[in-house]
């Protein structure tokens, strides 16, 4: 990477100490056809070395604008775009207008019985890094990169004014945390003061922000303490309504943002195929699919997970939602286990629906190839409890892994039982979790029906 010479006169031009790069031919192309990554290889010139969090301006061959967007200087992907094409000021006018196109993004996919879903789904609303869930009143911001730091104050505040939620919890990626949440540390009384001038680093960048945090409270009464998680007994977890069903999350320690918001539609569609069939729900987390299978009438649910804590959610929520039609009559069990040994052997116990929705098998791209294996075995070893007529759902989070990928894998783990089968359906993405770039594309399943 070369030092950067001065970008010719132009209305565009950015003022001085702006920070400024110009990158490759080939990587301006990806990032005006809408590609929000520029990673660190692609950068040619560079003004001056760069904070995290910082606008970075990137210029083309011709010196004209190409994007803006937020700097990285430890990362691979060393700038993550906020805007392409035309030159605009990212102020509190440009992220309120961006926030706004994502909740408008979402008008009229939900009715009252559906309280917890995405709002913001990172760089695919524009957002990159950054992810905004609603449980019912509770807002659980998530952020997976360091460039949202020092900007923290300033879109807490944005958000908490313009969709008025009664607290507000701020998660961070592992990646990313500081210093432990220590017991007791009071929320906030109300949102944050406005921070930041426009383009500039915002004071809130020395705040120590910690994971778990009450960012924002409205009401009296106790919020969410760090120990508050349901699995942990004391306080009160978070409350919310997925298609009618009644859930707990537990927002501040709780995997993702408390709960799995992507298998709304999946879960959907193991409701309409589980009448009368045994279920057996692996990798259970808080029994989305089980619940959901029990208001469709299934005779018995089974959850099963490693996790005692996933356990005693899944085994409240069901208890949630007794007086639903259907569910007085499904019989329910836990089963703490691993849930590729468990499948291996217990040939004894069968079902006739089988949900598979492993966590990501597949963290970082070296493990792809035993990814696709896992699952085909996986597959296998599941159909091998399924009865005569079963069906089996398969996920795969996994964004290293194709869709392709996954879906041969499962197809070839099943053929390999020599078990007949038709493929009822393929599914992707949710419509609260829109995905706009391959990267981005991680959530796929597979139902097959046994003949
Ligand atoms: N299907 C769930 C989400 C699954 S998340 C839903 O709809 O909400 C993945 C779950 O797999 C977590 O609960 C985790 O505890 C569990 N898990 C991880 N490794 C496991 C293993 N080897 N055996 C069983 N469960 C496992």
Known sequence: MQPMREAKPSPNRARPGRLRLRITAAAESIVRGGHPWVFAESVREQNRQGAAGELAVIYDRKDEFLAVGLFDPDSPIRVRVLQVGKPQTID???????????????????????????????ESDGWPGLVLDRYDTTLVLKVYTVVWRARLAEIISLICEQLKPERMILRMSRNIQGPALSKGSPPHPGPLPPAGAEGELPPGGTRNWRDGEVVFQKCAGPPPSPNSGAARGAGAPVGFLETGLR??????????????????ENRQC?????????????????????????RGRAKSVTDLDLSAHALAAAERNFKLNEDEPGMARCLREGVQADAFEWLEGHRERRFELIVLDPP???????????????YGKLAGDALNHLSHDGILVACSCSAHVSVEEFFGAVRQGAARTGRKFAELRTTRHAPDHPA????????????????
């Open 360 to 374: 990501s098998l597949a963290r970082r791209e070296a493990e792809r190839a035993g990814a696709i294996r896992a």
């Open 92 to 122: 509190a006018n440009w992220w309120r207008a961006r926030l706004d196109a994502a909740v408008r993004r979402r008008h009229g996919l939900f009715d009252q019985r559906t309280t917890g879903y995405r709002l913001v789904n990172g």
């Open 270 to 294: 193991v409701e309409s195929l589980a009448a009368g069939r045994r279920v057996l729900n692996a990798f259970s987390f808080s029994g989305g699919f089980s619940l959901y299978a029990a």
């Open 436 to 451: 706009t770039f391959k990267e981005a594309e991680y959530l796929k399943g597979i139902f097959l029906k046994l003949s």
């Open 247 to 264: 859930f707990e999350a537990d927002v501040v320690r709780g995997q993702k943002t408390g709960f799995f918001l992507d298998q709304r």
